[in-house]
Nanobody
Framework: QGQLVESGGGLVQPGGSLRLSCKTT????????MGWYRQAPGKERELVAT???????YYGDSVKGRFTISRDNAKITVDLQMNSLKPEDTAVYYC???????????????WGQGTQVTVSS
């Protein structure tokens, strides 16, 4: 069964940068969109950025020009480079991928466990 494992969260000062990484495990037989979402306390989960299997990217309005999503189809990983971070970027960030595995040979949406990003001075 596929799993997503995130890394790279932490505490950073306003204006700083962080890079989140997400790797997949399991016998992946099909991979479609990958992306990052976030959820701040008391708020709904929101889309941060997505990237299709062909490399087309989409960003939420609040992160355009500051965040960059990238993926490696060979390694089946997706990264999020976050620059010019603001306190309002503070949230738990979740990796998401639409994958099919040998154990579950139909495309399903998988989520990572989340990684905390805190932007504070």
């Amino acid at each position: 069964q596929g799993q997503l494992v995130e890394s790279g969260g932490g505490l950073v000062q306003p204006g700083g940068s962080l890079r989140l990484s997400c790797k997949t495990t399991g016998s992946i037989i099909s991979l479609r969109d990958m992306g990052w979402y976030r959820q701040a306390p008391g708020k709904e989960r929101e889309l941060v950025a997505t990237v299709t299997s062909s490399g087309t990217t989409y960003y939420g309005d609040s992160v355009k020009g500051r965040f960059t999503i990238s993926r490696d189809n060979a390694k089946i990983t997706v990264d999020l480079q976050m620059n010019s971070l603001k306190p309002e970027d503070t949230a738990v960030y979740y990796c998401n991928a639409e994958i099919a595995t040998r154990a579950r040979p139909w495309v399903s949406s998988y989520w990572g466990q989340g990684t905390q990003v805190t932007v504070s001075s």
